[in-house]
């Protein structure tokens, strides 16, 4: 069974920093395409970044130059280390694994975690 489990979510004021980590089991993610998406209460889910088997990323615009999404694949593990937190980014945080290609949409992903919040007060 493919488990994905978010930690590292917490409270935080804006400006501050968090690292998230997605730890993978039961699936070798060194193929697999990854990715952090986030949902704020009332709103969709949406695309915060991507990386690669390769390890071409993406983001979103609104996190470029703040978020960086890493991978370990030997610790079968994806990271997400979020800067310059913004009150904007209060979210519950997802990772979610694919072999597709299409790493911008949520629906292209196969296996998710449960989720981790990240609150960010002004």
């Known amino acids: 069974q493919v488990q994905l489990v978010e930690s590292g979510g917490g409270l935080v004021q804006a400006g501050g920093s968090l690292r998230l980590s997605c730890a993978v089991s039961?699936?070798?993610?060194?193929?697999?395409?990854m990715g952090w998406f986030r949902q704020a209460t009332g709103k969709e889910r949406e695309f915060v970044a991507a990386?690669?088997?390769?390890?071409?990323?993406n983001y979103r615009d609104s996190v470029k130059g703040r978020f960086t999404i890493s991978r370990d694949n030997a610790q079968n593990t994806l990271y997400l280390q979020m800067n310059s937190l913004r009150p904007e980014d209060t979210a519950v945080y997802y990772c979610?694994?694919?072999?597709?290609?299409?790493?911008?949409?949520?629906?292209?992903?196969?296996?998710w975690g449960q989720g981790t919040q990240v609150t960010v007060s002004s």
């Open positions: 990386i690669r088997w390769n390890g071409d990323t």
């Open positions: 039961g699936r070798t993610i060194r193929r697999d395409n």
């Open positions: 979610a694994a694919t072999a597709n290609d299409l790493v911008n949409y949520a629906w292209s992903y196969a296996y």
